[in-house]
């Protein structure tokens, strides 16, 4: 993106946002990249930057771990393995071996699931692989701490085994001799120590003559000297020569390895900027985590709708101090190009102007910004700024001149993909040359298409933006009342500067202010004051349409319980039903089990019986009980005349009463809690429960 003035990413506060980005980077990759973070104005490459930070925040969101934690910067470790006849170390080696490890376990984690779930983080490692070879090679040759293995080649194997041996023989020869050498007195109480390398015996200096052997030295006081006995030099100077084979066989094998996996510098050079660029995606996941930034909507077009838009910054300072953040809404699109703002100072004209500014500078750089993710968001090749007072002494401009020489650059340089702001067009000038300068300034941007806003007090320009295509204005909002800017931005009407409204709120002589009214051009003073009401009426209007959406909302509460309390009864109604229709259904299965049960007792009664055509009747009154209750009702009156029902205990051969249909029989056999009853020449299995004991009336008398 081209960048005017060079300071446009300082004025916007660019250069805060990526010092917080820094913050959160822990390799030098990483930390290269944010501090030469680029806005960019490829659709494409801005969507897959976002796209992985996005992703990237939904992990961290989700808790799942990402395997990202090992911090690496070997850069130099792996430049010197692609120079031919370099060697690398053990502590290198092992270096290498954890980036190894680490890109394996991102390999790992990327399974097909996760590829398909996270397809942006996927293109980070979708060009290269994981090869395990430079891990088992380096296995082969070094342990977990890094030293070189005695299996690493024959030779150092060799060497180390008589080193081994050697330095035993050395040992038992060193404490023969300093055995002998205590046993006479001349030892010192450290006895024994080492020099360059080699066993020496810490003698007293007076008896340094005594004892056969080279001198190393003494001490600082020249009370201790340093002597290698005579018997162990030929032992050292073994050891020595064996201890010098071992460095160059080792130093061998370490540059063979290095040679041998030189082939694999590129490779590895890729593992290591793969780490940087994960890295480098959490830091960007971490700062929109703090700043509650979201992935827009992303558009080629020059087009802007950004909704609940903060200043990151702004959010930031006042999330510290647990204060809330009023947020932007602003649309632009090819109707509505160029906001103009007016308002009193100090109302947040310049903070909403650097709130789209900013979100604009850190969208293109592949930062997620503080704004609802339904916003969208267009892509400028261009971004003008003009802010604030840029006097330069150096170049003898004065605050307008300065300005005119911003708009001169302004005019010959934008296009329909520029986005500019404009502090206080016109200002440090006279009112109306100046608003005679702006209003023509204005007029060439909207004629190029350009995108952008203009904070201005001239009431010409708030006029001219009522009745130019392309133009609209906007308000900030300010609290007559109390005095206090709102910091909300109101689109669709020009403001009041409040300019006397402020000065008697601060309590400046009336006659004073009655005074500079007079000085006022009369129709000016009049829309001023029309444009104050105005303001503080809409406000008025967007409380009580507040407080209407609360009473809807509270409503559509209502609603959806009482549509709850409903839908709940209209479910125990069913239930009851259900209920009802299963109770029938268990009486009629149990109608159709006993009329079974005495069918099966009638077929065993007619092989028996001798009157068949009782049988019948019988078996006909069970399958067609139309009259079943007429009948049964007059069979209860007529058995009620002549038997009555006593409380003796049912036993065999009792008459006893069938309470369902009121038939009299005897008790023929008990089987547990039922009873054959022989009815006639029928026997029934009838449950205790159904009978009562019965006796017949004549007996009374």
Sequence with gaps: ?????????????????????????????????????????RKDYI???????????????????FPNDVVLNIQ???????????????????????????????????NQERRLAFTSLALVIADTYYEKAIVEMIDEVLDESGNVKDTASEDLQRIRMNLYKKRNELRRAFERVVAKLSKAGYTTDIAESFSNGRRVVAVFSEHKRQIKGILHGE??????????????????????????????????ILRALTSKLSVYAPLLKSYHDILGIFDFIRAKAKLALDMNGNFPSVSDKVYVDLKDAYHPLLYLYNKKLSKPTIPLNISFDEKDRILVISGPNAGGKTVAMKTIGLNQMMMQSGLLVPVKPDSQMGIFKQLFIHIGDTQSIEFELSTYSAQLNAMKYFIENANGKTLFFIDELGGGSDPNLGGAFAEVILEELSRKHSVGIVTTHYLNLKVMANR????FNGAMAFDEVRLQPLYKLIVGKPGSSYTFSIAERIGLPKPLINRAKKLVDEDHFR???????????????????KQLHKLIRENEKLKKEMETVLHKEKHKQQVEILKQQNKITEDRI?????????????????????????????????????????????????????????????????????????????????????????IGQLPINVELNDLVAVQEKNQEN
């Design 1 to 41: 993106m081209k960048l005017y003035p060079e300071a446009a990413e300082n004025q916007l506060e660019f250069d805060k946002v990526k010092a917080l980005l820094l913050e959160h980077c822990r390799t030098e990759f990483a930390v290269e990249k944010a501090q030469h973070l680029r806005i960019h104005t």
């Design 47 to 65: 969507i897959k930057e976002l796209s992985q930070t996005y992703e990237y925040k939904l992990i961290t969101e989700q808790n799942l771990l």
């Design 76 to 110: 130099k470790d792996l430049k010197l393995l692609g120079i031919t006849g370099s060697t690398i170390v053990g502590e290198q080696w092992m270096q290498v071996k954890r980036l190894c490890m680490a890109i394996e376990n991102i390999f790992r984690w990327f």
């Design 219 to 252: 001490s600082d006081s020249r009370k201790t000297t340093f002597i290698e006995p005579e018997e162990t030099i030929e032992l050292n100077n073994d050891v020595y020569s064996l201890e010098n084979d071992e460095r160059k066989e080792v130093l061998r």
């Design 468 to 471: 130019t295509p392309g133009l």
């Design 527 to 545: 829309l001023d004051k029309l444009l104050n009401s105005t303001e503080q009426d809409m406000q008025q209007i967007d409380k009580e349409k």
């Design 590 to 678: 149990a109608y159709l089990k006993d009329t079974e049960r005495k069918l099966r007792q009638m077929v065993v009664e007619w092989r028996k019986a001798d009157d068949k055509n009782t049988v019948v009747k019988n078996i006909s009154a069970v399958l067609f009980p139309k009259n079943e209750k007429i009948i049964t009702g007059k069979m209860a009156k007529k058995i009620d005349a002549r038997y009555k029902e006593t409380a003796a205990e049912i036993i065999v051969g009792t008459k006893v009463k069938i309470k369902k249909n009121h038939q009299v029989g005897e008790v023929k056999e008990l089987r547990g809690k039922r009873a054959i009853v022989q």
